[in-house]
């Protein structure tokens, strides 16, 4: 059997497919490359003016979800949404219940700048006018118009007494007591007790007639008194119209179109006479709440709180990174203030959702589903299609603590969340109302097809990064050897990997490695510098691992031959870097039922399809030399030096190879190593990390000395389309010095290891004598003679003792 040829090992990419010289003839893309699948449901999503119509965007961390939806949304004309300004103003009627306003995209804080300015007047005008002589003499004209009225009226009560010999006197202010005179002094109680019984009658009698009259002028005082009150207020209103009515006249002209805007300033007019003492006295309470919201000190009754302000009027795109309970729905702050705590409307702060009304959010799945009631919060939302704010204090806790309870927003957004595949199906079984909410799924691709037309277009991405990170161009060459890097990335030929992420850090580190030589363009030395860096930075591990094999710790053969014993392969991964290493496979073989033994299933350290593998070859076994009689012959496999778990079914062809050699006898060459699994058919079946695999045992073969030329790896023949092996490989192959082979079946594997033909059965099932397979059948039935002739001697010994 021949090996490959230099072409299947590696497929390059042909300058000529790169019509440039620098990336800075290339047109930036401005979407992310090869993800056409997911970007036609993000279209469809988004062009759904329907509820429900949330993304989950499905794929691996890298692959530029993110960096693909905000491109997206950069150059997507929505005009369906429409953002705008909410803002939140106390209600004056109910103040547990601060008011919401929706404004135009802008107006929100043109709307907080005028109230502040008639704020700041007021402030102002309000103290200086109620301070003004022409103001306090209309207010002591009716103080003291109120103050003759009662007096005369008290007058008039005080000299009926008189005449009646009864004294009006006051005892507390308000409260007022009738006393018998005697002469110029009041009675005592002694006098008034010596007086005779007709006298004291009359006293009685003149002072209940005094009372009955005095509670009427007490009456027609308190008329006065609320007569007094509304004259006064109403020249307070009067007097605060002629400062305010000019200024909120011009507001309401002004947000004329405003209807919700028109009211406020409507119940602004007339909260502010009834209120007048916040700006005539100074109200610490009010000052330490400023003072601790860092805003300015005015009178926060006034105030619009502006929640969400659109500088202009494109759709919000808003990116949560830290989608906590408060992050997202908003929250309520609090001041506290000589250990009482204070809350009003001004100080309702706003979340992601709120920012991104109108527009679209972005979060991460896990994240918003590690956050305690934040996935419930959530959906909510997305069902009511209104964001309240509520405490997470009231939701975790059974206190009644007083606060407010803001009006609902109306919510109009789209969600997108980034996650994995795993959670999506976690979501979709245990969640039933997730499949109702994100009814769209944009499932990310994670390799593109490898042709002329998508290398350019992969070439114009890599100028897009170039760019977008600000990094030096990269030459054609330089652009060839990324490319061919990321199908080795993706592990096919024909395949170029969609992790972005990746390629990103390739050019980063390739530009330092440009800059430091002083160069004007990446070149691809710098690619291969980085990529020698990357891979020297983590290779620690895999260092140890060559070290045991030089050494003499860990027992390779790499040279001769040797029964039962195969040089199987296998990867390690160790923190994202894969590497390949060489495994020894042996089996022994002894009379038996016919049973192969895996030592690794029987001491628990072999993996479930591990284990499937192995029985796989032990049915194939008996399908070839089992058929018709018993095989009397059982085996057993381990891999040698192995102290941990093994799973996989990629070494089951090495094993079933050692097998054959163990029953045969025949001895297996240690210059090939083999990977591959097998099916009951004898069919070899493709395996995972062939390159890591075959730079693994070629390393091995390295470490214990020159190479021969005679050694090599057998690999499957379905495997050949996923060869990108490493340059100093690939060198070796060209000098004669290593070789790999594929096969397609097990008999071209046997063939190849034993040196013998693996052999064909003719008509009666017999293997021709030279074979490996006849070699097997003759041993196994001189067994199945000697079984037959210890079975006769045994019914011989039998009848003769009966």
Same mark, same amino acid.
């Given at each position: ?176 007591? #009738?006393?018998? /005179?005697?002469?110029? &002094?009041?009675?005592? $109680?002694?006098?008034? *007790? +010596? !007086? ?21 002028? #007490?009456?027609? /005082?308190?008329?006065? &008194?609320?007569?007094? $009150?509304?004259?006064? *207020? +109403? !020249? ?567």
């Amino acid at each position: 059997m021949k090996s490959l040829p230099l072409n299947q090992l590696y497929k390059a990419c042909v300058l000529k497919d790169l019509p440039f010289k620098t990336t800075r003839q290339l047109e930036p893309l401005a979407e992310i490359v090869g993800q056409n699948r997911a970007q036609e449901a993000v279209r469809f999503a988004l062009a759904m003016p329907h509820g429900g119509y949330n993304v989950y965007a499905v794929g691996l961390n890298g692959l530029g979800k993110r960096t693909m939806m905000l491109r997206f949304l950069e150059h997507h004309v929505d005009t369906e949404h429409q953002s705008h300004d909410w803002c939140y103003v106390a209600n004056f009627e109910e103040p547990r219940n601060p008011k919401l306003l929706q404004l135009p995209a802008g107006m929100g804080t043109r709307l907080k700048q005028d109230m502040e300015k008639l704020m700041s007047r007021l402030v102002k005008m309000i103290p200086q006018t109620f301070d003004s002589d022409s103001f306090l003499e209309r207010a002591e004209q009716l103080k003291d118009e109120y103050g003759r009225k009662q007096e005369e009226e008290l007058a008039r009560v005080a000299q009926q007494a008189k005449r009646k010999k009864v004294s009006l006197t006051v005892t507390t202010p308000g409260g007022y007591r #009738l006393v018998a /005179m005697n002469g110029e &002094e009041p009675h005592t $109680a002694k006098s008034f *007790q +010596a !007086l005779t019984d007709a006298q004291r009658n009359k006293f009685e009698e003149v002072i209940n007639k005094l009372e009955k009259r005095l509670r009427q002028a #007490l009456r027609k /005082m308190a008329d006065w &008194e609320q007569e007094y $009150a509304e004259k006064q *207020q +109403a !020249l307070n209103q009067e007097t605060l119209e002629g400062i305010s009515r000019h200024q909120i006249d011009e507001l309401m002209e002004k947000y004329r179109d405003q209807s919700d805007v028109v009211a406020y300033l409507e119940a602004v007019r007339t909260d502010l006479a009834e209120n007048l003492d916040i700006f005539l006295d100074e109200d610490e309470e009010q000052t330490a709440i400023a003072w601790a919201a860092m805003e300015k000190k005015m009178p926060r009754r006034y105030l619009v709180n502006v929640l969400v302000h659109q500088k202009t009027n494109e759709v919000p795109v808003v990116v949560e990174d830290n989608p906590n309970y408060h992050n997202l729905f908003g929250y309520v702050e609090s001041v506290t203030y000589k250990g009482t705590v204070f809350t009003d409307f001004s100080l309702i702060r706003s979340g992601s959702l709120h920012r991104a009304n109108g527009g679209y959010l972005l979060m991460d799945a896990i994240k918003v589903l590690e956050q305690p009631f934040v996935w419930d919060g959530l959906k909510r939302a997305l069902r009511s299609r209104t964001i309240q704010i509520n405490s997470l204090e009231r939701e975790l806790t059974l206190s009644g603590t007083i606060s407010i309870e803001p009006q609902g927003v109306p919510l109009n957004v789209k969600i997108v969340l980034f996650g994995d595949r795993e959670t999506w199906m976690l979501l979709q079984e245990y969640d039933s109302e997730f499949a109702e909410l994100f009814r769209v799924t944009a499932d990310f691709e994670n390799e593109m097809y490898r042709s002329e037309e998508s290398q350019l277009m992969y070439a114009k991405f890599i100028a897009s990064l170039v760019v977008e990170k600000k990094l030096l161009h990269c030459s054609n060459k330089a652009v060839a050897r990324i490319i061919e890097h990321s199908a080795r990335m993706a592990d096919h030929q024909d395949r170029l990997s969609l992790h972005a992420a990746d390629i990103a850090n390739l050019l980063r580190e390739s530009d330092f490695w440009a800059r430091q030589a002083g160069a004007r363009l990446i070149s691809d030395i710098h690619v291969e510098r980085a990529l020698e860096s990357a891979r020297y930075r983590s290779s620690r591990i895999r260092d140890q691992f060559y070290d045991s094999i030089r050494d003499g710790s860990t027992l390779v053969t790499t040279t001769g031959t040797c029964v039962g014993q195969v040089n199987a392969l296998s990867v390690l991964s160790t923190g994202g870097f894969e590497f390949g290493l060489s495994n020894r496979v042996t089996a022994t073989c002894y009379y038996g039922d016919g049973a192969v033994m895996d030592i690794e299933r029987d001491v628990k350290l072999g993996g479930n399809i591990h284990s499937k593998g192995v029985l796989i070859l032990s049915s194939w076994l008996a399908s070839h030399f089992a058929v018709t009689d018993p095989m009397h012959l059982s085996a057993s496999l381990t891999f040698e030096q192995n102290y941990g778990e093994v799973d996989g079914d990629s070494a089951s062809l090495a094993e079933l190879c050692a097998l054959v050699s163990a029953l045969s006898g025949l001895p297996v060459r240690q210059d090939l190593a083999i990977t591959g699994s097998v099916n009951q058919f004898g069919e070899v079946q493709p395996i995972g990390g062939v390159n890591e695999k075959i730079e693994g045992f070629y390393a091995t073969c390295w470490l214990k000395g020159e190479l021969t030329g005679t050694q090599g790896v057998i690999i499957p023949a379905t495997n050949v389309q996923n060869l990108m092996l490493d340059s100093e490989v690939v060198k070796a192959a060209r000098n004669g010095k290593f070789s790999v082979y594929s096969v397609a079946r097990v008999e071209e594997a046997i063939t190849l290891l034993l040196g013998k033909p693996a052999g064909k059965p003719d008509a009666k099932g017999q293997y021709p004598k030279q074979s490996v397979f006849g070699i097997i059948q003759q041993r196994l039935e001189k067994m199945r003679e000697h079984e037959r002739e210890e079975q006769s001697r045994d019914d011989q010994k039998d009848a003769s003792i009966h």
